[in-house]
């Protein structure tokens, strides 16, 4: 049994417990270190007993993925709190780990700059939560997501050494983009110790317009109308039935985010309002566009037997939605939907734990056929039971585990949790 | 030398027209947009397919033969010099685009595609590709993506990765795997994203499938006229602060200017420290006032003069002082040798002193015109090829530059790569713990290290015929 307190000090170890289970699997310890140098001397004695390590924040984002193989230490990085370096004039922010991004974006907002990435629950998300699960949210449509954004990550790897990739330049192609690599691994390939992003101006005015539909289809069509007109959205989210918590009836609808400064926004307005008219469709003005952009943003998080996330071309998301839902009707059950317009991702709302299984069997052959994906991005353990929750990763599987074994030999990050069971 | 069995299998492979092998015709491929540095390979392959691409690797594999990619040549840090790899293998037959899907915003264009024709073809739809290097009319799509391009509208548009959603990748062993596609968010590691960039060390990159944006409803481009860079980077911070994304805030200093003024007489005071050029881009509303707003950061940072384009023809003209400012250079020295370097964009006033001290100190001349927006330096070092002294002189003037940029925070390249040319300054910005995890990386994709070596990482350097350049780097 190792001695994690005389490594990290008393105070900061604890046996693991129910809350601290990751789909289940309970860690023995759960190992807080408050220093980079201290999560190197963790990973160290982990990879020479050979434990299983997961890397957390403050947990928030642990029911994605397969259940871990192993857990022995839960590493949680959230004593790794400080905003390293913010230059606002060079639009860049250095940050630790453990940093939520609610307290990120409160000390980039005093320079009415963003990170504009928007996931749920900011308050427990971590800068390297966000990372190694590639979180995002509605603003994803037009402002890209974390692999768009990330500019430089240093990584403790699996021999504890600290290794950097990027940098702190906005624009920079020396040497191979290794921070790609951790994006969205789930931790897979070393624990993420600090990140270095772009940052934006925010824009001082945020609205949305939410586009009453009939039907899902006629809400994506509606949305890629929306996407080419000058409306030029912020964000555009596509609701089916039961989709939008507050939405105009028990219908589907288009909603766009509009953002910018006074003029402009009002002018896109007058632009959707016009697609509106020209389709037949009652549009509903939100003046806070932010509050609604939130409360869709949580629909990934929302209480759910699991979330399903499905990707597919832009033009196919009304046909994937009327595909999830008639499946589960034929099954007696019941999906919401909800998907972003631009990007062609679905995320379905199950509260059967019975009905995840059968449901992704059912669908997922068709969208992988067709290109698609369909992930079962966060569940219930009871509803992973028996499930493939990442599905086919493509022909690239053989370099994945290649790059698993080459970064992670030992098998000490996060064992079976990602794509492949790496 | 190669074995004319080898050869003869390759040509198998291609066509009689395919090889290219006699002296003469290889000294074309001795070297690319990086002039300083020559090295000719033994044969050049030039496939039409990626079936052929895949096919070639084969038969290199079989004999555990290195290789280098090529595409157009247009590469400015000599990412397709032959070192160690008797054999090039050239996309510019792979030249198809093949499929356009205008709904989706997505393209499907082979490797040897020129990156202007991407954008010709889906103009008509109102979409565009975003990433326009300088090269954009010469440059090929497996070029940029090997180099991860930038140009003039990365500031608000991103560079080639944030654009490439698929590759078709034609490993050293002649596997062609197939990685992301017109699907986001596939599950897994992120290869393109690693693939991009990766300066053809991981194999031959043969299709790709490309993200459109839409065409800018609307365009408002200033030219700002300034005492001094420094009050020129002033302005450039203040458009910074005052939450204006540009399309592009472009800077060009004094010799610059008076190059630029000297060939195409467009009115540019020869006096000026700097000159901005700055495009603000987007729906028409609220273009004026982003507009209004950059004037008067630009009047608090004391400019002497602005200027409004007020129709496309104007925009053009002003746009050209930018893109053939390198062309003018052409006046003002036989030779010269382009830089890339990056700073944080508040450091930009530094790197300009520093390389105004750096020429002092080597006698040279050095012209400056840079991405500003993004502290992205193209410093332009004019020298005489047949002054033997002065070429050494540029050098060692380039070195400290870039020693400087990284010692600023900032990176020794933004757009160009690392290639040949930057392989003994990588320790300046990585440790050997970074270096090694890269170096794992590519093993992951090329075990055999055969696919364009020697290349970024400081191994031991093979030897190359370094000689005074013959023609000059076009950017």
Not at chain 1, 226 to 253: I, K, N
Not at chain 1, 365 to 386: C, M, N, Q, S, Y
Not at chain 2, 29 to 35: M, N, Q, V
């Amino acid at each position: 049994m190792t001695d994690w307190a005389a490594l990290v000090g008393p105070a900061w170890v604890a046996s693991g417990g129910a809350a601290d289970a990751v789909d289940g699997v309970v860690p023995a310890s759960v190992v807080r270190p408050g220093s980079l140098a201290e999560v190197q001397t963790v990973v160290r004695a982990v990879a020479e007993h050979r434990h299983a390590l997961v890397a957390s924040g403050r947990g928030a984002h642990l029911d994605m993925g397969a259940p871990p193989a192993r857990l022995d230490v839960l590493l949680r990085l959230d004593r790794l709190t400080r905003v390293v370096d913010h230059q606002a004039a060079d639009m860049t922010v250095t940050v630790e780990a453990g940093c939520p991004l609610a307290a990120l974006g409160a000390a980039l907002g005093s320079a009415g700059q963003w990170l504009s990435l928007d996931p749920p629950r900011p308050e427990e998300t971590t800068v390297g939560g966000l990372v190694a699960a590639n979180l995002s949210g509605p603003l994803r449509a037009s402002q890209g997501g974390v692999r768009d954004l990330l500019i430089g990550l240093r990584v403790v790897n699996a021999d504890g050494a600290v290794v950097a990739g990027g940098g702190r330049v906005v624009k920079n192609v020396a040497g191979y983009d290794l921070p790609k690599l951790h994006v969205g691994a789930l931790g897979s390939v070393g624990v993420i110790v600090e990140a270095t992003f772009k940052v934006r101006p925010r824009p001082p005015v945020e609205e949305a317009v939410v586009v009453a539909c009939r039907t899902a289809r006629e809400a994506a069509e509606t949305a890629l109308v929306l996407r080419d007109s000058d409306a030029a959205p912020l964000w555009l989210q596509v609701a089916g039935a039961g989709g939008l918590p507050e939405g105009p009836g028990e219908g589907a609808a288009a909603v766009v985010g509009l953002g910018g400064i006074a003029e402009e926004v009002a002018d896109a307005r007058a632009c959707v309002e016009r697609v509106g008219a020209s389709l037949g469709l009652r549009t509903l003005f939100v003046t806070d566009g932010a509050a609604l952009r939130a409360r869709l943003g949580a629909f990934a998080v929302e209480p759910a037997a699991a979330v399903l996330r499905a990707a597919t071309l832009p033009s196919e998301v009304g046909s994937v939605m009327e595909r999830l839902a008639a499946t589960a009707r034929e099954r007696q059950t019941v999906v919401r939907c909800l998907a972003d317009a631009a990007t062609g991702v679905v995320r379905a709302a199950l509260t059967e734990v019975l009905a995840v299984g059968p449901l992704v069997k059912t669908v997922r052959p068709d969208l992988e056929r067709h290109g698609g994906t369909l992930v079962v991005e966060r569940a219930v353990p009871d509803a992973k039971v028996g499930v493939d929750v990442w599905g086919d990763p493509g022909p690239g599987l053989r370099l994945m585990r290649g790059l698993k074994a080459a970064f992670d030999p030992g098998g000490i990050f996060s064992p079976g949790r990602y794509v492949g069971s790496l | 030398m190669l074995p004319a069995s080898l050869v003869a299998r390759l040509r198998a492979v291609v066509g009689a027209d395919g090889i290219v092998d006699r002296p003469e015709a290889l000294l074309v491929y001795e070297c690319d947009g990086y002039t300083l540095e020559r090295a000719a390979p033994e044969v050049v392959v030039l496939p039409r397919t990626p079936a052929e691409v895949s096919a070639v690797l084969r038969v290199l594999a079989a004999d555990h033969v290195s290789f280098v990619p090529r595409g157009a040549g247009t590469g400015l840090s000599g990412g397709t010099l032959p070192i160690g790899a008797p054999v090039m293998i050239g996309t510019s037959r792979l030249g198809r685009i093949e499929t356009i899907d205008v709904r989706n915003h997505r393209i499907v264009a082979q490797a040897g595609v020129v990156n202007q024709w991407v954008t010709n073809a889906v103009r008509a739809h109102g979409l565009c590709y975003a990433p326009d290097p300088s090269s954009q009319p010469a440059c090929s799509i497996g070029g940029n993506i090997a180099e991860n391009s930038g140009g003039p509208h990365t500031l608000k548009y991103g560079v080639t990765t944030n654009h490439v959603l698929g590759v078709e990748l034609a490993l050293p062993s002649g596997e062609l795997v197939t990685l992301g596609g017109a699907v986001e968010d596939r599950p897994g590691y992120d290869l393109v994203g690693l693939v991009v960039g990766a300066e053809g060390t991981f194999g031959i990159v043969t299709r790709a499938t490309l993200r459109l944006v839409r065409v800018p409803a609307a365009h408002r481009t200033l030219l700002a006229v300034f005492d001094s860079v420094d009050a020129a980077s002033e302005a450039v911070s203040g458009i910074i602060a005052a939450g204006i994304v540009p399309a592009a805030l472009e800077m060009m200093d004094r010799l610059i200017v008076q190059a630029v003024e000297a060939a195409f007489k467009v009115g540019l005071p020869t006096d000026a420290g700097a000159v901005l050029l700055i495009e603000i881009d987007g729906p028409a509303a609220g273009l004026d006032a982003h507009a209004a707003r950059a004037t008067a950061v630009c009047r608090t940072a004391g400019v002497r003069e602005i200027r409004i384009a007020r129709d496309e023809a104007e925009r053009a003209a002003l746009w050209k002082c930018r893109k053939r400012a390198f062309g003018a250079v052409g006046r003002l020295a036989p030779n010269y040798c382009t830089q890339d370097g990056v700073v944080p964009r508040t450091r930009v006033p530094e790197i300009v002193r520093h390389i105004a001290a750096v020429a002092a100190r080597h006698r040279l001349r050095i012209a400056n015109v840079f991405h500003a927006g993004d502290g992205n330096i193209h410093p332009i070092l004019l020298f005489d090829e047949r002054d033997r002294d002065e070429v050494a002189r540029v050098r060692a003037a380039g070195r400290e530059i870039l020693e400087t940029c990284v010692a600023l925070g900032g990176s020794l390249t933004g757009e160009h790569g690392i290639g040949v040319e930057k392989v003994a300054e990588m320790p300046l910005l990585f440790g050997p713990d970074d270096l090694v995890a890269m170096t794992r990386l590519r093993a992951v994709f090329d075990p055999e290290g055969r696919a364009n070596p020697h290349k970024i990482f400081p191994d031991a350097k093979v030897c190359v015929e370094t000689r005074v350049p013959r023609r000059q780097a076009a950017v």
